[in-house]
C-alpha cells in the first residue's frame, strides 16, 4: 500500500509540471504587449525624426534597445524554461530551429536572465544619465546602488556557476 502511495504521489509531483505549460504560453501574450508598446513607441518616434536634436534621439533609441533586449528575454525564459521544466519541444526538421533551442541548462538560463537585466539596467542607467538634470542626486544615487547590486549579482552568480562546474 505504501509503495503504491508513493508511486502515485510521485507520478502526480511529476505530472505537476505541466502546469507551467500555460505560464510559459502566457509569456508569448507578454511578448505580444511588448510588441504593441514597440511599435506605438516607434510610431510616435518616425514624424519627429527630423526635428529632434541628437540627445533626444539617443534616448529614444536606447528605448527601442531596452524594448527589445525585454523581449529577446523573454523569448529565452519562455523557450528555455519550458524545455527544462515541462517537456522538449518537437520541432520538424524542416521548421527552421533556433540554433540555442535545448542547449540551455538550469544554469546557463540563470546566467542570461542576470546578464540580461545588468544590460537592461544599464541602459536606463545610461538614459538617466542622458538626461541628468532632470532626476534629483538622491534618485540618481539609488539608480547607481541599484545598478551597482545587479552586477555584482550577475558576477557572484557566474562564478558560482563557473566553480559548481568544476567542482
Keep these: 500500500m505504501q509503495k503504491r502511495l508513493e508511486h502515485f504521489l510521485e ?9 507551467m505549460a500555460p505560464i510559459y504560453f502566457g509569456m508569448t501574450l507578454v511578448l505580444l504587449a511588448l510588441a504593441i508598446k514597440f511599435f506605438q513607441e516607434l510610431y510616435h518616434f518616425l514624424p519627429q525624426i527630423l526635428q529632434l536634436p541628437d540627445s533626444e534621439l539617443i534616448l ?3 528605448t527601442f534597445i531596452d524594448l527589445t ?10 523557450f528555455s ?7 522538449r519541444m518537437d520541432i520538424e526538421n524542416d521548421t527552421e530551429k533556433l540554433d540555442w533551442l535545448g542547449t540551455h541548462d538550469y544554469g546557463s538560463l540563470k546566467t542570461k536572465v542576470t546578464t540580461s537585466i545588468v544590460a537592461i539596467s544599464s541602459i536606463h542607467l545610461l538614459k538617466i544619465f542622458m538626461n541628468i538634470n532632470a532626476t534629483a542626486n538622491d534618485k540618481l544615487q539609488w539608480y547607481v546602488i541599484l ?4 552586477v555584482a549579482s550577475a ?7 563557473k566553480i559548481s562546474k568544476h567542482a
Excluded at 11 to 19: I, T, V
Excluded at 147 to 150: N, P, R
Excluded at 155 to 161: K, P, S, V
Design 60 to 62: 529614444k533609441l536606447l
Design 81 to 87: 524554461g519550458y524545455e527544462n521544466f515541462v517537456s
Design 155 to 161: 558576477f557572484i552568480m557566474g562564478y558560482l556557476d
Design 147 to 150: 545598478h551597482l547590486t545587479l
Design 11 to 19: 507520478r502526480a509531483m511529476y505530472a505537476s509540471r505541466w502546469l
Design 69 to 78: 533586449l525585454v523581449g529577446s528575454l523573454t523569448v529565452i525564459v519562455m
